[in-house]
């Protein structure tokens, strides 16, 4: 994202109001409604903002969820006049702040988070009358790592574009070069693969790997110089660099750091974290959600830094790479201290498995790469302070990316009231992609690469993909003319034909066709009246870039027959069109028979 924007409004607001001393970067992001979580794994947030001069004036972070209620002062109602309650927003943790913030902290020297104490602490003084404001970004992409499930979820986004230009393909550092293929496949140049392994879509092959015969790799990237054996499967995980997979291992939303050995016939269930040259023994399975590391678990955690770092000069990594038996015998001992006794570790094994905290047992799964297993997400929702968020029986996993499939959570009650807000989300989604393509010069079938990993995340067919489109090419008509109801028809005919490859590529039959139609009547009805007069023109426009068919069109007027003359609006409209389709079509059919 570009800062420019928001350090300008951050500046002109700071001269008018000395108080204004924080401007906050948020997005939208909807959380799920079982787990009250954002797709980054971070618990569902709270904000209340002057929707007038988007001032924040409410921030919570930490609900209680099994009451289902949250708390306002009744003065922020009182002191303004419209507030906005959100819990769609997202933190990106991109503030920018005046140089009294810095005083601040001196002067409250008690203050050790930023967002816990100095931003409650200043919506709670009503003494000084510091200010925050918030930057709300729509196109832009902004988001924080601070837990498994938000390296997954930013990893993911990476590979399907949603950063550009910052890419595989596109080279900002370091000396590889990476080639994006069909399905979002990206390789390095120099790579070994066998011809019979199998590298599925949205992958990351880097350089000097080698990969052998009769392996599957879905989802996952695979770092530089990684020898990957015979018949092995690995599936949404990241293989750091100078990793060893010998023959038949399984690996399963894992996360293996540099110079880790997996032997023969291991397993990685999900979850799982090997830290910086850890061995698995031959056979071994490594439970869910296990972290793996040479180093002994500390007694005491004092710090926030939750991965450590092995260097080539530690006395461990050496002795991790002796195999003499003295060594050996003596890990062997460690091991057993701790609880895990080295035969499970399998045969040449060496690490240890660290214990989760009491207390964060079950929350493992919140923060992992892995997807939510569906017993989880059954158990929160018995835990749940209403019955109105029901699992269906094929809503066995949560996606990788972390979000609910659209369709996997919806009571009886609420089908319809849901899947049009689903709706909503995904055209809007959509729209986004489509004007960070034309901003920034995005080829189509990028676009349709972006389109396509929507399509997956909200569970959707061509046609949605193809009704959103058009919508997105009509806002963009709309927004982009500032002058007559001719300038607006022209841009609108000029911005389809520019961009009719990418809707094109979603019309596959009629059926497809006719819901663009019937979409474009819904524009004229409801969000964009303007277009209500140039329908006939745009239709016989669509009709004559050979994106709608006159089949479509025809078989459009035939369903629209036993309709409510409300309903006949723009049939009638576009009455005489109609009509010279049909008798074009009776003389194409009276020369064939001729």
Known sequence: ?????????????????????????????????????????????????????????????????????????????????????????????????????????????????????????????????????????????????????????????????????????VKFFGNSTYKLERQGMYRASEILQARSAQVGPFTVIGDNSKIGDNTKITNSIIGHGCSIGSNVKIEGSYIWDNVTIEDGCKLSHAIVCDGVVIKSGAELEPGVILSFKVVVGDQFTVPSYSKVSLFEQPTNQDSDEELEYADNSS?????????????????????????????????????????????????????????????????????????????????????????????????????????????????????????????????????????????LSFNKVASDCAGAIFYSLMNFALDSSRGSSGELLKNTTSIITKWKKLLKYYLTDLDEEIEVILKFEEICLESAKEFTPHFTKILWHLYDQEIIQEEAILKWDAEKKEADDSDKLFVKQAEKFIEWLKVASEEEEEEEEE
């Open 315 to 455: 006395g461990i990594v050496e002795f991790a790479d002796t195999t003499d038996k003295s060594n050996s015998a003596l890990m062997s001992k460690s091991l057993e201290m701790q609880g895990w006794p080295a035969s499970e570790l399998g045969k040449g094994g060496l690490g240890y498995v660290w214990s989760i905290c009491e207390g964060s047992v079950e929350e493992e799964w919140r923060h992992s790469v892995a997807p939510i297993p569906a017993d989880k997400l059954e158990k929160v929702l018995h835990k749940a302070p209403d019955d109105e968020v029901e699992l269906t029986q094929d809503a066995n996993v949560l996606p990788p990316s972390g979000e609910l499939k659209s369709d996997s959570y919806i009571s009886d009650g609420d089908d319809n009231e849901s899947s049009r807000d689903d709706s909503i989300h995904f055209e809007k989604e959509v729209e986004a992609t489509f004007l960070r393509a034309v901003h920034e010069n995005i080829e189509v079938a990028n676009v349709i690469l972006e389109v396509n990993s929507l399509r």
């Open 1 to 169: 994202m570009s800062l420019t924007q928001a350090l300008q409004e951050h500046k002109e607001r700071k001269k008018k109001d000395s108080n204004a001393v924080m401007t906050m970067v948020v997005k939208r992001s909807k959380p799920s409604p079982i787990t009250h979580q954002s797709r980054l794994g971070t618990d569902e947030l709270f904000m209340a903002i002057d929707h007038n001069t988007k001032q924040l004036v409410y921030y919570e972070d930490k609900v209680d969820y099994a009451k289902g209620i949250i708390h306002l002062d009744k003065s922020l109602i009182m002191d303004n006049s419209s507030i906005s309650l959100h819990n769609d927003m997202q933190d990106c943790y991109i503030d920018i702040c005046s140089p009294e913030v810095l005083s601040l902290f001196t002067d409250n020297f008690d203050y050790q988070h930023l967002r816990r104490h100095f931003v409650k602490g200043l919506l709670l003084d009503d003494i000084m009358g510091y200010k925050i404001y918030t930057y709300e970004i729509c196109s832009s992409y902004a988001a924080r790592i601070d837990n498994y499930r938000s390296y997954d979820t930013v990893s993911k986004d990476i590979i399907q574009r949603w950063t550009y230009p910052l890419v595989p393909d």
